[in-house]
């Protein structure tokens, strides 16, 4: 099985910098650009299958880069942007300094209080990739989140801590993974 994993288009939030976690905000016009330029970008690929992240922004994505309609487009709660607490809608380099050191280093410094942890995100996104892998599919596209794809990425590259946390994926950006029996590897990353 072949997997594209990419993180949503911009958001008016990504622009100005903002947590925006779970607020469901829609992509932006420049969001809705890279996820069209995305889309020529892969060519003609078919995707068995679309999962999405149920917020907006990455349906929008999906539908997209996936070139499908949203009915075709299966969501999965696993897949959703980490729960920022407190620090939902906060610009990034105004959270303090606990969020500040958890975001940037969090398999050091522990979430604060209310912030999903690093472990509840491992757990969920492992549970998802888990069951994907045991579906009889030859290529996916699993559009989600910047915070998310972190975890996701640390399953598909097999990291002992569980997580790639940098660099920080990029707005539409594409990782390509060959999952085969439980053995997994990284084929391409499309910025």
Known sequence: MKIYVTRHGQTDYNKTRKMQGRTDVPLNKVGIEQAKRRRESIGDIKFDAVYSSPLSRAV???QIIGN???DKIITDERIIEADFGSYELRNYYNVGLAMM???SFPEIFPAPAGVETLKQMIDRTSS???ELEQKDYETV?????GGIIRPIRGYLEDKENGIVWRPRP???EIFVYES???KHRLIDDLK
């Open 60 to 62: 929008q994505t999906a």
């Open 68 to 70: 499908v309609a949203r």
């Open 101 to 103: 050191s958890y975001w």
């Open 128 to 130: 998802f990739l888990k």
């Open 141 to 145: 596209l699993v559009a989600c989140h």
């Open 170 to 172: 990029q707005n539409c």
């Open 180 to 182: 085969i029996n439980g």
